[in-house]
């Protein structure tokens, strides 16, 4: 039988090891898109854009990190969060993606006051870490509209879909398959704008 003075030994002693648990550290994760675009059909040149903060209909677009193991069970990884809300960090890429393109004269951000010619307006579909058994994949769903800023009119709208397996199954893994369906997004975007 022990005695009350070991015992209050034992209970300092498992007090102190809870403490000592340390949880793995926040990882923080960006979106970077390598892929440097140039259009030749400058339809756009003296014209300004206006590059509308992204919209969503289904995913937060938050810092967390969502992943899903079925259509109807979704969570955020513990210990891996974006660099920056969703919402910025994709309108981020976005306006990089149409200044490097050459297609407008210039590209502004949606809280700018500046006069615009034409908006573009995103709505976020699907932006997740989606797993179904052994397969692992970044989705990407995003639509775009192209407004006339005068007439209020819409010119164009044409939703993008990408679905990119992962290496890992960590938000590493995650991270890097969007950022390739980001790269692709990029291309696909300047090209559908051009025509």
């Not at 050459?102 to 908006?119: H, I, K, M, P, Q």
């Not at 890992?168 to 291309?187: F, W």
Request: overall charge positive.
């Amino acid at each position: 039988m022990l005695s009350r003075k070991n015992i209050i030994w034992i209970m300092l002693f498992l007090m102190f090891q809870g403490c000592s648990l340390k949880e793995p550290p926040l990882k923080t994760y960006t979106l970077n898109t390598t892929t440097n675009i140039k259009v030749y059909n400058h339809t756009f040149k003296e014209k300004t854009l206006k590059v509308i903060y992204p919209q969503s209909i289904k995913e937060k677009i938050g810092q967390e990190m969502n992943f899903s193991y079925s259509e109807t069970e979704q969570g955020s990884y513990q210990n891996a969060r974006w660099s920056n809300s969703l919402g910025q960090l994709l309108q981020g890429v976005f306006m990089e993606t149409l200044q490097q393109s050459g297609l407008f004269g210039t590209v502004l951000s949606f809280s700018s006051s500046a006069r615009e010619d034409y908006r573009l307006e995103s709505t976020v579909f699907a932006f997740s870490h989606r797993v179904r058994g052994d397969i692992s994949n970044a989705v990407v769903s995003i639509q775009f509209s192209l407004i006339d800023a005068d007439t209020g009119k819409l010119m164009k709208s044409r939703r993008f879909s990408y679905a990119v397996p992962t290496i890992t199954t960590d938000a590493k893994g995650y991270t890097d398959a969007t950022n390739q369906a980001l790269d692709q997004l990029s291309r696909d975007l300047a090209a559908w704008l051009e025509k």
